[in-house]
């Protein structure tokens, strides 16, 4: 298994224009989860799978953003109509649901940058 | 609701020097507890983590953290800083499914 994979790793999109971001997901894994992290904070929680259903999702979520997870294993993130406060690293996670709680795996991150 | 209180921004230590980063949670019940550590421009690895039973925990890279319910914190140390260890350290609570995180604090090492 080669962990929680992330594509692309950066991108670069001018304000106004669509994006779209991919995560595969540890494979035995049925818990997904998106996070943005801007420069010097935290990830902020911003929406959570279990198999296909998307069972909670932040404040933070405008209605320009939306996840999908269509067969329980990948996931995509959109950002409709981007404006430069989006630029963040949109970082993906993993975890299993065996027992109460288990550790998130995370990948690498999609840097966006908005321009 | 939970929350994670990093109250550290940034930390400077000299290399060979001990370590703690100190973290404190907010949350209702027994908590779950990690600390994971970001390389520039990477993503996020777990350090450690706490479900229950020993209060001192042991993780990857000669790290240890210890759970003090009456203090609710939970706190990172090392005995012994590398300059490989300088990066953002995180701390996050996790009693619902969903992790919280903290601000993070940057840890800088000095020859």
């Known amino acids: 298994d080669t962990g929680v994979s992330q594509d692309p790793r950066h991108k670069i999109t001018k304000r106004g224009q669509n994006v779209t971001f991919r995560c595969d997901p540890i494979?035995?894994?049925?818990?997904l989860y998106w996070y943005r992290q801007t420069l010097g904070q935290g990830p902020e929680f911003l929406t959570y799978?279990?198999?296909?259903?998307?069972?909670?999702k932040s404040r933070l979520l405008s209605d320009r953003f939306s996840a999908e997870r269509p067969k329980g294993s990948f996931s995509t993130l959109e950002i409709q109509r981007t404006e430069q406060g989006d630029s963040a690293m949109y970082l993906c996670?993993?975890?299993?649901?065996?027992?109460?709680?288990?550790?998130?795996?995370f990948g690498q991150g999609t840097r966006l940058t908005v321009v | 609701a939970q929350s994670v209180t990093q109250p550290d921004i940034h930390i400077t230590v000299s290399e060979g020097a001990s370590l703690e980063l100190r973290c404190n949670y907010s949350?209702?019940?027994?908590?779950?507890l990690f600390w994971y550590v970001q390389s520039p421009g990477q993503g996020l690895q777990l350090l450690l983590k706490?479900?229950?039973?020993?209060?001192l925990v042991q993780g990857i890279k000669g790290f240890e953290a210890e759970f003090k319910r009456s203090q609710s914190s939970f706190n990172l140390r090392k005995p012994s800083v590398h300059w490989s260890d300088a990066a953002e350290y995180f701390c996050?609570?996790?009693?619902?499914?969903?992790?919280?995180f903290g601000r993070g604090t940057s840890l800088i090492v000095h020859p």
């Open positions: 949350y209702g019940a027994t908590p779950y």
């Open positions: 996050a609570v996790g009693g619902s499914y969903i992790p919280t």
């Open positions: 996670a993993s975890s299993t649901s065996v027992g109460a709680v288990t550790e998130a795996f």
């Open positions: 706490y479900f229950s039973g020993d209060t």
């Open positions: 494979s035995e894994h049925n818990r």
């Open positions: 799978f279990q198999n296909e259903a998307q069972l909670e």
